[in-house]
């Protein structure tokens, strides 16, 4: 009976296994309980959290740190890195040329250099008049030179000074587009007058006409206004300046035409295209530089400013330029020296 189940067991196991299984070991295996394929299942071997969502908010903090630390880390390195090098004190400001312009007594070539004055015009559009004031010629524009500059602007403050020492009118004139804060400037500093609109033709040779309607009066070697003499101007003419500063004399001809008439000295920026016997006192530089006439211009309204100052200071030592005219004088008869009509003096 045991042969026969054996021989049993044995055709069955052929008939299921191939052929190449045939001939091997006929012991059955170990059976696999549930439990064990469980349990050495390899999906099973992988971890998983909890819950994700605590994990997700760790792994935020742990980044929010590490970039806090970062920033920290290149605060303290910019710290560091700012105690290097060296502290800068001074630096450029183009505002401060109109706000605080300098004395003729600071001029120097690099103030000048900066301020762009050394720039001319192309060598095609020169006046052969200018050749004394240029110095070269860069890559077809011409150069002035800034030492004639330098000297020709002293001389030109200096001229300001003794004119506004003299208590003399000083007229600014700057056309262009831009120039009116240094113009309007330089006119304060001096106590002078300013145009930066336009020069209305005929102010000079036809002045009665122009200016009758504005408003003059009559002051002291203090500045101080003098209401007693305001009737005797109805019959003055009108007031002519006593020196005419012109930044751009190309636009402002008919001005410079008026002066000559009227034989009123004039000051003005020449550059290598204008003409310099247009004006008594040139002073060779770029007139198309807005910073170089600011600077110029500052520099002549300090010039007044000086003069000014010197004019005031002689005024309370009781020291003047001129011969102070009493009052009767202007209101006695030319002919007879006693007052019109018998009557006695104005107080």
């Known amino acids: 009976m045991i042969i026969r189940r054996t021989c049993r067991q044995l055709l069955a196991l052929s008939q299921r296994a191939p052929v190449s299984s045939r001939f091997q070991s006929t012991l059955p295996e170990t059976p696999v309980t549930p439990v064990q394929a469980v349990q050495t299942s390899p999906k099973d071997e992988i971890t998983r959290p909890e819950n994700p969502l605590l994990e997700m908010v760790q792994a935020q903090a742990g980044a929010n740190t590490s970039a806090q630390q970062e920033i920290a880390a290149e605060e303290s390195h910019r710290k560091n890195f700012s105690k290097l090098g060296t502290t800068v004190r001074t630096f450029y400001d183009p505002e401060n040329v109109i706000r605080n312009p300098p004395k003729p007594s600071q001029i120097s070539l690099e103030m000048l250099l900066a301020a762009q004055t050394h720039l001319g015009h192309s060598t095609s559009r020169w006046n052969p008049q200018n050749s004394r004031y240029i110095f070269g010629i860069r890559e077809g524009v011409h150069i002035i030179s800034l030492d004639v500059t330098a000297a020709y602007l002293r001389r030109a403050a200096k001229v300001v000074e003794e004119v506004a020492a003299r208590g003399g009118l000083i007229l600014f004139a700057g056309t ?57 101007l109805a019959d003055r003419p009108s007031l002519k300046p006593d020196l005419v500063i012109c930044l751009n004399p190309l636009e402002n001809v008919v001005l410079l035409h008026e002066c000559g008439l009227n034989n009123v000295p004039t000051i003005g920026i020449i550059d290598t295209d204008a003409d310099p016997t247009r004006v008594t006192y040139p002073i060779p530089a770029n007139d198309d530089s807005l910073r170089a006439t600011c600077l110029i211009a500052g520099i002549l309204g300090r010039a007044g400013e000086a003069g000014q100052a010197r004019r005031l200071k002689m005024a309370q030592e009781g020291r003047t330029t001129y011969q102070p005219i009493k009052a009767e004088v202007l209101h006695l008869d030319p002919f007879t020296g006693q007052p019109p009509g018998g009557e006695g003096q104005k107080k």
Not at 180 to 208: C, D, M, Q
Request: charged share 30%; net charge neutral.
């Open 176 to 232: 262009r587009k831009g120039q009116k804060r240094a113009v309007v400037k330089a006119a304060e500093l001096a106590k002078g007058y300013h145009i930066f609109e336009r020069w209305i033709p005929g102010s000079l040779t036809n002045g009665e006409q122009i200016l009758g309607h504005c408003e003059t009066k009559v002051v002291n070697a203090l500045d101080e206004e003098l209401p007693d003499f305001k009737a005797d």
